[in-house]
């Protein structure tokens, strides 16, 4: 089934029926006291609600209860854990249990809060997971859809829903997945974007989307329109980037998607654009905007300085600030303030025993590898950060 392999010992018998109990029981009070420790409040003191901050009630949480798909079983009797191929797809199977095991990796990334009916059972090696959705009785021979989901933005919001989704389909089961050669994330680029027949809208296939126009004091809508694109802005810069407005949020986006979500969220359409050739157009065309056919301000990294603009990009406004000294886009950060990162990224996750820490450096990511010298293989986090923000991208645990 697999062009390449690299196997662990199969679960016995003993470690299946195991295997089976664990997944589906309700969290302990020790675990459901451990995710109530993660929680922070990100919203600064006098912020717009800190009030409003709840942690998550893991007692809440009801685990996948339904029968595991036979031939997922059978996988893990042949292999409890390791990482396989074929073409580009990759599969780093979660053993039965441990620090990396499904259990553990469903009650770290709070799964059961976020997708609930979910079973995680491997990663692609760049941080999406591969699931079973579990939401609905198996078919006739035991097995369950598979989806994937990306670690930094679960939930069960597809194309039709959010932009960009949450999650999207792989395949019918376990074993079609497997035999698939494309790279999962690709999945997500389905032919669900495609404007159907007799679409009115105007609006390009791709797009950078900006957001503007949004009122100074509004942190709230921002934060709304953070969720809604699933950006990466920081919480403490928001006001700044209030004051920076145009922003550039999705470099390559999708408007016509992003219109289709926009009919479930009225209230955020008079801010969202898309480059028109030097130009903000609105990504709801019916709204009324006194901004249409305005020039374009791009916002630019400290990385993309040198790129060229859009043809008829008039320059920066003058009514907006230069948002290159803003502190989302600072010069970068030092290799110690990006171990801290990582370290803090593991420890919300329940990994505070990973003393040693290697960190490899490239122009947009840096990657950490924290570890446990106690053990000779396996068993620690690879934590990806972007090192002028500070964002951590993905961690991905180490089988």
Not at 38 to 45: A, S, V
Not at 247 to 273: D, K, T
Not at 299 to 319: H, K, L, N
């Amino acid at each position: 089934m697999f062009e390449y392999r690299d196997p662990r010992p199969g679960a016995t018998q003993r470690q299946l029926a195991d295997f089976v109990t664990e997944v589906r029981r309700a969290p302990t009070e020790q675990e459901i006291t451990d995710v109530a420790a993660q929680q922070h409040n990100l919203l600064p003191p006098g912020g717009p609600a800190p009030a409003s901050h709840r942690p998550i009630d893991a007692s809440r949480w009801q685990l996948p209860e339904r029968p595991l798909p036979p031939r997922y079983l059978a996988l893990l009797a042949w292999s409890g854990g390791g990482a396989f191929g074929n073409g580009e797809r990759w599969l780093q199977l979660f053993p039965v249990d441990g620090p990396s095991g499904v259990r553990a990796m469903t009650l770290a990334y709070h799964l059961p809060e976020y997708m609930p009916g979910a079973l995680p059972f491997a990663f692609n090696g760049g941080g999406v997971f591969y699931l079973f959705d579990m939401r609905e009785p198996a078919n006739a021979d035991g097995e369950y859809p598979v989806v994937a989901a990306h670690a930094g933005n679960l939930g069960w919001a597809t194309h039709e829903e959010c932009y960009p989704p949450e999650c999207w389909p792989v395949a019918d089961d376990l074993a079609q997945a497997c035999r698939g050669r494309t790279d999962i994330e690709e999945l997500a680029d389905c032919d669900c974007h495609a404007p159907p027949t007799g679409f009115t809208p105007d609006l390009p296939e791709t797009a950078d989307i900006y957001v503007d126009q949004v009122p100074p004091d509004s942190v709230a809508t921002l934060l709304q329109l953070r969720k809604l694109l699933a950006v990466t802005w920081r919480i403490g810069a928001l006001r700044d980037l209030l004051a920076g407005q145009p922003i550039l949020a999705v470099q390559g986006g999708r408007p016509y998607a992003l219109h289709r979500v926009l009919e479930q969220s009225a209230e955020l359409r008079p801010y969202l654009f898309y480059d028109a050739d030097g130009r903000l157009e609105p990504v709801w065309p019916t709204a009324t905007r006194a901004s249409l056919h305005r020039g374009l301000w791009h916002s630019r990294t400290v990385s993309d300085e040198s790129a060229t603009p859009s043809p008829g990009y008039p320059g920066p406004r003058a009514d907006h600030a230069d948002t290159s000294s803003l502190p989302l886009r600072s010069p970068g950060m030092t290799d110690d303030e990006i171990i801290a990162a990582a370290r803090t990224a593991a420890a919300a996750r329940g990994r505070n025993s990973l003393a040693d820490a290697r960190i490899t450096r490239s122009q947009a990511e840096a990657e950490v590898l924290l570890s446990d010298p106690a053990y000779a293989r396996g068993g620690g986090l690879l934590v990806v950060i972007d090192p002028v923000t500070g964002t951590v991208l993905r961690v991905v645990p180490q089988l």
